[in-house]
């Protein structure tokens, strides 16, 4: 029996997913995150899994973790002292950047300080010109005496980003093979190996990130992978990439910066199976946990990838899923401002110590909070009964700091919470739907994480979306997302011209040069030729534009019809973007991109039977409070529920993982992959209708 684990940790709980090779049932467990070492949460939740399926550590074939690691050391600011080294005259790129405001007309808006500090730059009297020339090489004995100084510094990751180096890495490649002799226990990062592309400023940030995270993540990786190997198990360690690809630890230690959303693109994945198994082709993600919200999109059946992001101010580019992050999560913290009004987030009580309702000594109100005191979330325990629940505490903490300053009820306040909680997620969700040319209306809303399903309703209401679809394991479906991914490798080389002057043999030599490089790359791991795939775009923009768009070729050859084709395609994808373009204008090739898949056998989709005919009674009922009015509410066990179901609102569905609440006016069915489909129920309107005009 062949097993597959896959492990997400998260800012509150950490998401274990089991599933058989062979039949495609999945076990699930959610664990308690360990902050101070996020290996421990890992380890007990794995522990756990396998006490309750009683399995044989021997039968996992495959152990693939989303790790947040990089992404915490980032935000915390808690990475290694890190030195750059540069041409001379680029020393303070990161400190220039683009120029750009962070907030047009915020007066007091300021940068975030650079991760290396200007005291920590060096610069090396070296030089390659725009043609990739060496017109200055590098003197051994400057780089010896830096050695030195590096050693009194006490630097424990050094960063090399030499100018115009993606053209010719002969400098950088030859200054790490000096450092490297000097320095061996230092961590050593190329530009040209991260990102070889132009661009001075992201470049030089991308590689930062990457050298300033490093020794952290190989710290963490290496002893976690100790970890699992003293449990004997047999899988090699894989980690999630933030483009929703798999790598191997020691990919991952080279290149942490590919991490930084690596849980988060888990969901995105699975969120692309649910659309190829359902038919619903276009969806808004919402993953919502303990402490944030991801939302993504996907058109068409597709996800959406970008190479341009930023973690804080710092721009990353390299290939990942296009999503948004914001502060909006079930243990976001609310609080009256200093104009009297409700705010929530961006603050959260985290795993320690937790909304106030957990009972581990929090203090603040928070969105959590204001559920259990709405009856949403079950006010006896959740977790199966694991974590108890203290609503009466959450009352008073609520009435404290909130509905008394505000001169309401706790119920009021509650409710308030999660009104602002709802508007803060759906103005993030805006950004990756409407402000990139997308109709909400034309999406349904597919909702996971632990809290995502809890808010879902009033969401969609707000978006306009067609329905919403809750897939079978909420709370866990970043962890189960992983176990759909294939290996994946991106790679990038810089081709600048006018695109009416290409050189088409030279283009296509270079993309032979990148698939060669990947197959290396997919051999090495274990791949044979009939199992990888490639996929091939250029990057493109209007003459003297800063910024382009990926645009994917046909095929793996550039010739003057798919040259063409690529053409049209980035005038209809810049009047999506930009809301106009210009037909008669030339475009440049800026860079040629490569991505290699391989194909990793996907564990058996379960399809569920609609035979059984017998409707499943609640397990309990409930009062929750709706659009300011207690409703009497049954509470059903997702277990009980068959393919066919129907169930009109109000109703909530509680599962190990999450709570799904059914709203009044909306009604559900269980389709045959058990996704729940949550619609507008004609009924249901007609209900609150009544109780509306009731009050009157």
Not at 638 to 662: K, M
Request: proline share 4%.
């Amino acid at each position: 029996m062949s097993l597959r684990i896959g492990v997400d940790t998260g800012g509150t709980f950490t998401d274990v997913a089991l599933i058989l090779e062979e039949t495609g049932e999945t076990f699930i467990t959610k664990v308690p995150s360990t902050p101070e070492n996020s290996s421990i949460g890992v380890l007990n939740g794995v522990k756990q899994i396998m006490a309750e399926t009683n399995n044989s550590y021997h039968d996992l074939s495959f152990f693939i973790h989303g790790s947040t690691v990089a992404t915490n050391t980032l935000l915390e600011k808690k990475g290694a002292k890190t030195v750059l080294l540069t041409t001379k005259g680029f020393k303070d790129v990161l400190q220039i950047g683009r120029q750009t405001r962070p907030k047009l007309y915020d007066f007091r808006a300021r940068r975030s300080e650079p991760l290396i500090p200007r005291n920590l730059r060096w610069e090396v009297e070296e030089r390659v010109n725009a043609q990739g020339e060496v017109v200055k090489p590098i003197q051994e004995q400057e780089i010896i005496g830096l050695a030195e100084e590096l050693k009194k510094v006490g630097a424990e990751s050094v960063v090399i980003c030499f100018i115009n180096s993606f053209l010719n890495p002969e400098n950088e490649i030859l200054v790490k093979q000096i450092l490297s002799k000097h320095l061996t226990d230092v961590s050593i990062t190329l530009s040209y190996e991260v990102l070889p592309e132009i661009k001075e400023y992201e470049r030089t940030s991308t590689v930062a990130v990457n050298g300033y995270v490093m020794p952290k993540m190989k710290f963490y990786l290496q002893y976690l992978e100790k970890e699992l190997k003293t449990l004997e198990i047999s899988s090699d360690l894989y980690i999630m990439q933030s483009n929703g690809g798999v790598i191997s630890t020691d990919k991952a230690v080279e290149m942490p910066v590919r991490t930084v959303l690596s849980g988060p693109a888990g969901g995105v994945i699975a969120a692309g199976n649910v659309a190829d198994m359902t038919g619903h082709g276009n969806l808004i993600t919402i993953d919502m946990g303990g402490t944030s919200l991801d939302t993504a999109l996907i058109a068409n059946g597709k996800p959406q990838y970008t190479t341009t992001s930023k973690i804080e101010d710092y721009p990353i580019h390299v290939p990942m899923v296009e999503m948004h992050t914001i502060g909006s999560g079930g243990g976001s913290i609310a609080w009256i401002d200093s104009g009297g009004a409700l705010r929530v987030g961006p603050h959260s009580a985290g795993a320690d110590p937790g909304p106030v309702c957990y009972g581990k000594g929090g203090t603040e109100p928070t969105v959590s909070d204001a559920n259990v005191i709405l009856g949403r979330i079950n006010p006896d325990s959740i977790l199966g009964g694991r974590m108890k629940m203290d609503i009466e505490r959450a009352r008073e903490v609520i009435q404290e700091k909130i509905a008394n300053p505000l001169g309401i009820t706790v119920e009021e306040a509650a409710e308030g919470i999660l009104k602002v909680v709802n508007a803060n997620m759906v103005r993030g969700i805006r950004v990756i739907s409407v402000e990139k040319g997308h109709d909400s209306r034309d999406f349904s809303l597919l909702a996971f994480g632990g809290a995502g399903p809890l808010h879902a309703g009033d969401i969609a209401n707000e978006l306009g979306c067609k329905n919403i679809i809750i897939p079978p394991n909420p709370g866990i479906m970043c962890a189960t997302g992983m176990l759909m991914a294939d290996v994946r490798h991106d790679y990038v080389q810089s081709l600048i011209s006018v695109i009416s002057a290409l050189q088409l043999d030279d283009a296509n030599k270079r993309i032979m040069e990148l698939k060669n490089q990947a197959f290396t790359d997919l051999t090495r791991e274990g791949f044979h030729s009939e199992i990888i795939d490639y996929n091939v775009s250029l990057d493109l923009r209007y003459r003297n534009q800063a910024y382009e768009l990926n645009i994917p070729l046909s095929g793996m050859v550039v010739n003057e019809g798919a040259l063409q084709q690529a053409i049209k395609d980035f005038h209809i994808t810049h009047e999506k973007v930009y809301g106009f373009n210009r037909l008669e204008e030339d475009l440049e090739v800026v860079n040629i991109r490569l991505i290699a898949f391989g194909r990793i056998n996907k564990p058996k989709q379960q399809e569920l039977s609609g035979s059984v005919h017998q409707n499943p009674l609640p397990i309990a009922e409930r009062d929750v409070f709706f659009q300011g009015d207690f409703y009497p509410t049954a509470v059903y066990q997702r277990e009980d529920l068959h393919v066919g179901f129907v169930l009109h609102g109000p109703a909530i569905i509680e599962q190990l993982d999450s709570t799904i609440v059914i709203h009044p006016n909306q009604q559900i069915q269980v389709d045959e992959y058990n996704n729940l489909l949550i619609q507008n129920s004609t009924q249901g309107m007609k209900e609150v209708m009544k109780r509306e005009t009731a009050k009157y």
